[in-house]
């Protein structure tokens, strides 16, 4: 079996790999990604990449076929991949994001790709409403990121048939350990918080509701959407990917991170502006169809495997928003050092 994993290099990415690794030993393991988070590495003695058989450098919107030839699924990760990002990038986030999503899968599909997974976000569904949200509920995209997955999903829609399956993962928002540990993410944001300062300050009064999944959990996802058969579910799915137990408030997050660490203060703020981001998913769906992949670690794994990871390394940054553990500070620097254009083509 061999599969092509874009975006390898990313927060997810290396989880993916290694999972795959694990569950197909002898599988033939292609990576892709531009490397614009390459140097961003928990463990600078330990690259990921290593777990492949192949990496190779390249920008999706300059993918060739050759790299499709004999690949039976790919996993589409590569994206410019967070709200403060695709704001910062616009056009250029819709044209990796969606047109690109949909070139890639066309290339795959060509060269006789038979698994096509899409990593797509709970965030196409944005604001609120009282009930959790379902595929089939209506989208309302809030940022240039949301809109480039809504426009992205709707696109590979007209590519599936019998011979390519497409499977589009809404997974929930990632959190959890990883060889290249993201800090823009809320419950990452926490115990990074925690650990540099003894505090985590909510910039809400607390009640926002967050669906989580570890980023473990999305790997299992993958696997199981990357052999998918058409079968009754068809051979175009769009499926949320978390778990229900997984939609968490944001001052329960914050509250898991004191059982692990209690010396910490939380500090809410009752009279902070009402955020829009508030949402439930209903994960019933993957649920059903997805039995023997279901999430797997709890919100105190995800915490204290966030704890111990960032100990290794003697963590203590109290200023990390400002550093490159946020995707954004990443690219921007690139950017002033003159390695990245304003496109976000290396130069
Ligand atoms: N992190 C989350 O909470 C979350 C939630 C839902 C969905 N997703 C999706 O999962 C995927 C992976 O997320 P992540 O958190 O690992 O993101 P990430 O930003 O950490 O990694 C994305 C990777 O894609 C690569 N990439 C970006 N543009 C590229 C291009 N033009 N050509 C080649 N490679 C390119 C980057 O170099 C990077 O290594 C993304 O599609 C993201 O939208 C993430």
């Known amino acids: 079996m061999k599969i092509v994993i874009t975006g390898n290099m990313g927060y997810i ?9 694990k569950v197909y030993p002898n599988a033939n393991l292609v990576g892709y990604d531009s490397g614009f988070f390459a140097g961003c590495l928990l463990d600078h003695l330990d690259y990921p990449e290593n777990q492949l058989d192949e990496q190779v450098f390249g920008d999706v919107r300059e993918i060739s076929n050759d790299l499709f030839e004999g690949v039976d699924a790919v996993v589409h990760l590569a994206a410019i991949s967070n709200d403060p990002m695709g704001h ?7 044209k990796i994001n969606h047109l690109c999503s949909y070139e890639v899968a066309v290339r795959a599909k060509d060269a006789g790709v038979k698994n096509f997974v899409f990593a797509s976000s709970c965030s196409v569904y944005g604001a609120g409403g009282r009930n959790a949200k379902g595929e089939n509920d209506e989208l309302q995209p809030l940022t240039s990121y949301a809109r480039s997955k ?18 589009c993962l809404r997974f929930a928002t990632a959190c959890g350990i990883s060889p290249r540990l993201r800090l823009d993410l809320v419950l990452n944001d926490f115990v990074a918080n925690a650990l540099s300062t003894k505090k985590i300050e909510i910039l809400s009064d607390g009640t926002p509701l967050r669906p989580l999944i570890d980023v473990k ?3 299992r996802a993958i696997e199981w959407a990357s052999l998918r058969k058409a079968g009754n579910e068809g051979n175009f799915l769009i499926v949320n990917a ?19 660490l209690p010396e910490i203060e ?6 902070a502006a009402p955020d829009k981001r508030s ?25 204290s495997g966030l704890i111990s990871g960032l100990r290794e390394t003697g963590f203590s940054n109290a200023h990390f928003r400002s550093s490159s553990y946020v995707r954004l500070n990443a690219l921007r620097k690139l950017q002033s050092k003159g390695k990245l254009n304003s496109e976000l083509y290396w130069q």
């Open 150 to 167: 809504v426009s992205a999903e709707e696109a590979l829609r007209s590519l599936a048939n019998d011979g390519f399956t497409v499977t």
């Open 217 to 219: 959990d999305m790997a």
């Open 88 to 94: 910062a990038f616009e056009e250029v986030t819709d």
């Open 266 to 271: 939380v500090a809410i703020s009752p009279q």
């Open 279 to 303: 949402y439930k998913v209903d994960f019933s769906l993957f649920e059903k169809l997805a039995p023997n992949h279901q999430p797997q670690n709890k919100l105190r794994d995800s915490v």
């Open 242 to 260: 978390g778990s229900n137990e997984g939609n968490y408030r944001v001052k329960e997050l914050a509250e898991a991170v004191r059982k692990e």
């Open 13 to 21: 990415g290396p989880v993916v790999v290694n999972h795959f690794r």
